[in-house]
C-alpha cells in the first residue's frame, strides 16, 4: 500500500493570456526541441469547430501510435469515421467537461451552442461533417428544446443527457458511460471550480474513470453516485480526488463514495486511501494534478502534444478534452507567472504557504522547485505544442511555462 502521503494531488498552474479571435489558420514555429502551432477560430464555437476538424483526422493523419497490445485509446477514423457530436452549452463548464469520457464511448468531438438557438458555425460544422446523430448534455436550461428541435429538423437523431441540475447531468454522463464500457474508477472534482475538471478530464477519459461532480452541500445526487460505483464494484481507492476541501467537504465526499475515507483535522485537507487532496490555490492544485497525471493516468506516446489553454477562462477550451485524450496529451494552463505580473506577490506568497502546509515529505520541497520540476516532466516528454485559441487569448510566449516559473 502506498503511503499517504505518496501523491498530493493537486496540480499544475500556469496562468492567462487575453481572450480570443482571430480566424482559422495553422502556424507553425521551431522551438530547441518541439514545434509549435495553433487551433483557433473567430469565438469559442468556431475553436470548437477547428478542434472537431482535428479530431476527425485519421491516427495515421495525427501520427498516433498503439499502445503495446495493439489498441489505440479511440477508434481510428479510418475505419470508424465520425457521425455523431456532443452538444453542449458554451457558455458554463460542467457538462462539456464532464463529456470527455463519454467521448471515447462515441467515437464523438464536442460541439458548442447558444442556449435558445443553434449557434449558426455549429450548424454548418454539424452539415460539413455529416453528423447523423448529436448528444445533447444538460437539460433544458442548458439547451433549450428550440435546438433539439433545430437539430431534429435536419433529419439528425437527437438524444439527451441531462438533468435536474449540474451534479445529475455528470451522473446520467456517468452512468452512460458505464453503459458503453466497463469502467475503472471515478475521477471526482468540485463542480463549482471548472480549473481542476479541465485538467483532469484527458486521464479520466484514458483510464474509463467518468467525471463526477461533487457538490458544495446535501444533493439528491450523493446517493446516485454511491450506487454507481458500488454497481461497478469500485471504492475510494479506484477514484482520483482532485480539489480543496471548501469544494469537496469530507461528509459530501462519504455520501457519494464507498469505502475509507477520512478527514485531517490538523491540516484542513481530505486524505484518501492513495493520496491527499486539500490546497486551496488553483494555480498550485493543477500543478498537481498534472504530477499525478504523469505518475500514474497519462499513458506514453511518441510524438507526444501538449495543450496550451488559458487558466482564467474556459471560453476556448471547453472543447479540446477529447481531442486531448485522443492523443494521449495534457492540458496545461499556458502563458508565463512572470514577476511582472500585477498578482505575481499574491500568487507566489500563497502557493509557497499552502506547500509548506502540507509539508512535502520528499526533500521538504519548496512550491517553486515542486512546480518546476513538474514543467521538465512535461517538457522532457513533448514534441510539439498546441495553442488553443487565438493571440489574443494565448499570447505566442505562452509557451514560456516550460521555461520554468520562477525563473
Known amino acids: 500500500m502506498r503511503s499517504k502521503k505518496l501523491l498530493k494531488t493537486i496540480g499544475m498552474v500556469c496562468i492567462f493570456a487575453i481572450l480570443s479571435s482571430g480566424s482559422m489558420i495553422k502556424n507553425v514555429y521551431a522551438d530547441e526541441n518541439y514545434t509549435k502551432d495553433r487551433l483557433f477560430g473567430v469565438d469559442r464555437f468556431e475553436t470548437a469547430n477547428k478542434i472537431a476538424d482535428e479530431f476527425a483526422k485519421t491516427n495515421a493523419e495525427l501520427g498516433l501510435e498503439p499502445d503495446w497490445q495493439g489498441n489505440y485509446i479511440y477508434v481510428d477514423t479510418a475505419t470508424n469515421p465520425v457521425d455523431t457530436v456532443i452538444l453542449a452549452n458554451g457558455f458554463d463548464f460542467p457538462d462539456a467537461l ?8 462515441l467515437n464523438a468531438t464536442v460541439l458548442l451552442t447558444h442556449n435558445n438557438t443553434l449557434t449558426d458555425s455549429t450548424k454548418k460544422q454539424i452539415e460539413k461533417m455529416n453528423i447523423k446523430n448529436v448528444t445533447i448534455v444538460g437539460g433544458t436550461s442548458a439547451i433549450s428544446e428550440n435546438v433539439e428541435n433545430q437539430l431534429k429538423s435536419m433529419k439528425i437523431n437527437v438524444s439527451r443527457l441531462g438533468g435536474v441540475d449540474r451534479y445529475d447531468t455528470s451522473y446520467l454522463i456517468a452512468k452512460s458511460v458505464a453503459g458503453k464500457i466497463e469502467i475503472k474508477g471515478a475521477t471526482i472534482v468540485g463542480g463549482t471550480v471548472w480549473q481542476d475538471a479541465m485538467i483532469s478530464a484527458p ?21 446516485k453516485y454511491k450506487s454507481l460505483l458500488e454497481e461497478n464494484k469500485l471504492t475510494i481507492t479506484d477514484s482520483d480526488l482532485y ?9 459530501i465526499l462519504r455520501a457519494m463514495i464507498p469505502n475509507n475515507l477520512y478527514v485531517d483535522e490538523e491540516n484542513k485537507g481530505i ?42 477562462d474556459f471560453a476556448d477550451s471547453l472543447a479540446v478534452a477529447p481531442l486531448s485524450a485522443k492523443k494521449a496529451s ?32 520528499v526533500e521538504a520541497k519548496l ?37 520554468g516559473i520562477w525563473k
Open 203 to 223: 486521464g479520466a477519459t484514458i483510464q474509463n474513470k467518468p467525471i463526477l461532480l461533487v457538490p458544495i452541500s446535501e444533493n439528491p445526487v450523493l446517493p
Open 243 to 251: 480539489g480543496d476541501y471548501k469544494n469537496m467537504k469530507s461528509d
Open 330 to 361: 495534457p492540458i496545461v494552463f499556458g502563458t508565463p507567472v512572470h514577476k511582472s505580473w500585477s498578482k505575481w506577490d499574491e500568487f507566489n506568497e500563497s502557493a509557497k504557504q499552502e506547500t509548506e502546509r502540507l509539508n512535502y515529505p
Open 271 to 312: 486524505l484518501y486511501h492513495t493520496f491527499e487532496g486539500g490546497l486551496e490555490n488553483k494555480y498550485t492544485n493543477s500543478f498537481a494534478i498534472l504530477d499525478h497525471a504523469y505518475t500514474r493516468t497519462l499513458p506514453y506516446r511518441a510524438n507526444a502534444n501538449v495543450f496550451l489553454t488559458r487558466g482564467d
Open 98 to 105: 464532464c463529456s470527455a469520457p463519454l467521448s471515447k464511448t
Open 367 to 403: 512550491c517553486e522547485a515542486f512546480c518546476n520540476d513538474t514543467v521538465k516532466k512535461i517538457k522532457n516528454t513533448i514534441d510539439k505544442v498546441t495553442l488553443i485559441g487565438g493571440e489574443n487569448v494565448m499570447s505566442e510566449n505562452a509557451d514560456d511555462i516550460f521555461r
